[in-house]
């Protein structure tokens, strides 16, 4: 690690506290001035930094940069994580993340970025991504699942994002079979699992795990329609949530329940936040459009849906929205 790098995670570690130019100096080897000198040069890079002549300096909670340095000493994981990739823009972290899968990138491995041009959701959607708003990651997992797990895996990332957010904000979140978290209602995260095949075709080789949380206020970016249904963490809370922090709980909690995903144990947390459940609700499934209540999420996390002729169905994709409370 340089200076800079080394400066910047150590004050990330101290937690918004300050400490002195000169045990900066000590603790990296380096002169005072060479502190004060890559202190310039990060502030110059945009991360907010209050130097004080008597206590030395702190990094600012503001600060809206995305930096592995200020990622990594906040993650507890074995392997999440443990290869970071944080750029500025990207088309799509999941296109990077299957880049990095074809050149053997770890399990785990985790591609940030502060915007997408090419940002996708699901069937065939566009995601929006603007710039210093949304946190944009993809994690590659390589967990030789057997084939039937499979979907599970989106299930159990909608689980984590959602702990994620609400270690930092009071307000329920709340998940949508498959994969959207909602927060007031409104929709706050997607994500988008996309997962390559095993040769003999029943082990699933690797997946990336596309999550898009919006973080920031989206007020300026969004268009209206979208608005209609999208919002923020920011936007219905007023907090203004660390993005690097975000990420690295987020990064902590899919660990954790991706352990959880071959004893199905997930499924307690994440029936106790679906909510579809209970209601009358309208899915497509492929080109067909069913009307029907959702009964509940079965033991491979497909929703279970009466049709009005009395049918049962187990949809394992597709889209389901909520069309009434059931009185
Ligand atoms: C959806 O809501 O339909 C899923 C959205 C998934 C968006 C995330 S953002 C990070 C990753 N990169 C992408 O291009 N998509 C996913």
């Known amino acids: 690690m340089n200076v800079k790098s080394e400066l910047l995670s150590t004050l990330a570690e101290a937690n918004g506290e300050f400490i002195s130019g000169a045990a900066l100096a000590e603790k990296l080897g380096v002169s005072r001035n060479a502190v004060w000198k890559a202190v310039k040069?990060?502030?110059?890079?945009?991360?907010?930094?209050?130097?004080?002549?008597?206590?030395?300096?702190?990094?600012?909670?503001?600060?809206?940069?995305?930096?592995?340095?200020?990622?990594?000493?906040y993650l507890n994981t074995r392997k999440i994580g443990k290869v970071l990739k944080v750029f500025g823009t990207v088309d799509s972290t999941n296109n990077i993340a299957r880049e990095l899968e074809t050149e053997k990138s770890p399990h785990g491995t985790a591609v940030v970025a502060d915007r997408q041009t090419a940002g996708r959701g699901r069937i065939g959607r566009k995601f929006e991504s603007p710039s210093g708003t949304g946190l944009y990651v993809s994690i590659l997992v390589r967990p030789h699942f057997d084939l039937s797990?499979?979907?599970?895996?989106?299930?159990?990332?909608?689980?984590?994002?959602?702990?994620?957010?609400?270690?930092?904000?009071?307000?329920?979140?709340?998940?949508?079979?498959?994969?959207?978290?909602?927060?007031?209602?409104?929709?706050?995260?997607?994500?988008?699992?996309?997962?390559?095949?095993?040769?003999?075709?029943?082990?699933?080789?690797?997946?990336?795990?596309?999550?898009?949380?919006?973080?920031?206020?989206?007020?300026?970016?969004?268009?209206?329609?979208?608005?209609?249904?999208?919002?923020?963490?920011?936007?219905?809370?007023?907090?203004?949530?660390?993005?690097?922090?975000l990420c690295a709980e987020l990064l902590n909690k899919l660990e954790v329940y991706l352990g959880m995903i071959e004893d199905r144990s997930f499924l307690i947390k994440y029936r106790e936040r679906e909510m579809l459940t209970g209601n009358i609700i309208t899915a497509n499934i492929g080109t067909e459009a069913i009307i029907g209540e959702a009964l509940g999420i079965d033991d491979n996390a497909n929703l279970i849906v009466r049709l009005p002729s009395g049918e049962i169905r187990e949809l394992s994709s597709g889209e389901a929205n909520l069309c009434r409370i059931k009185a």
Do not use: Q
């Not at 040069?41 to 340095?69: C, R």
């Open 149 to 245: 797990f499979a979907p599970m895996i989106t299930a159990a990332a909608a689980c984590a994002a959602a702990e994620a957010v609400e270690t930092f904000c009071g307000n329920h979140v709340m998940i949508k079979w498959v994969n959207d978290l909602y927060m007031n209602g409104k929709k706050i995260c997607g994500i988008l699992t996309e997962a390559s095949l095993g040769l003999e075709m029943r082990v699933l080789d690797c997946a990336v795990i596309g999550i898009g949380i919006n973080v920031r206020s989206i007020k300026d970016c969004f268009d209206s329609e979208l608005k209609k249904k999208a919002t923020s963490i920011e936007d219905e809370t007023g907090l203004v949530i660390n993005r690097n922090r």
């Open 41 to 73: 040069s990060l502030e110059a890079e945009g991360f907010s930094i209050t130097s004080v002549t008597s206590k030395g300096y702190k990094l600012n909670h503001d600060n809206n940069i995305l930096s592995e340095n200020l990622i990594s000493p």
